[in-house]
């Protein structure tokens, strides 16, 4: 791996928000192209914390530092990158759901879907069936993901999911699901196309989702 690429590598494991941008700028520099910084630095960096994690080894305060991290780098990356660079693992709606104001957990997926290659558009906390229709009508996602933390809450995902059906909109997205008390079951219960315990496999779900 080149020493440059290796040092963004470095810098998104370990979460170091500093070394990330100078190492990228560094890169830049050197005249290495923006897309190979992304896949190869950033996105390689992300999916070593997405195996950290799974493995124990890192908890959900190291993926947000190296979310974040990797976030920061994106921001001098993206202007610089072509449209067919950024997003190109597909574009993701997501949000928690109707009376729910919990956004920690959606917070990290996002982050770790971006880190991931994603496009996300984030619609925030609270959000209700009708958003969540004119936000896919408008954005048009490959993929919907609903987050609910309260189990009086849960029940606002399959509402979303209906209305997307009867918009005439549910055969043009996936829709995922997740959060504390959602299981498996409830995913399949309530017509999901995919569940994610945690952030790390909702990246890998995301993914299988789409291909």
Not at 3 to 8: T, Y
Not at 35 to 54: P, Q, W, Y
Not at 77 to 96: F, R
Not at 191 to 208: F, L, P
């Amino acid at each position: 791996m080149d020493s440059n690429l290796k040092a963004i590598y470095e810098s998104i494991v370990e979460g170091d928000n500093a070394g990330v941008q100078a190492n990228v700028k560094v890169a830049l520099e050197a005249g290495l192209p923006a897309g190979t910084i992304l896949n190869d630095g950033l996105i390689a960096g992300m999916s070593e914390v997405g195996r950290l994690f799974e493995e124990g080894e890192y908890f959900v305060p190291e993926m947000l530092i190296s979310a974040r991290a990797m976030k920061s780098a994106m921001a001098i990356l993206k202007p610089l990158l072509s449209a067919g660079e950024v997003g190109a693992a597909g574009k993701v709606l997501i949000g928690t759901v109707k009376g729910d104001l919990h956004d920690i957990g959606k917070n990290l997926v996002g982050l770790m879907l971006e880190g991931a290659g994603f496009q996300v558009i984030d619609l925030g906390s609270d959000v209700s069936a009708e958003k969540f229709i004119e936000a896919t009508k408008e954005h048009a996602p490959d993929i919907v993901a609903m987050s609910a933390l309260l189990t009086t809450t849960m029940v606002n995902m399959r509402s979303a999911i209906t209305a997307l059906q009867e918009a005439g909109l549910r055969g043009k997205v996936k829709i995922m699901i997740g959060g504390a008390p959602v299981t498996e079951a409830f995913a399949q219960q309530i017509g999901a196309d995919g569940y994610a315990a945690d952030a790390s496999r909702a990246v890998a779900t995301a993914k299988a989702l789409l291909n």
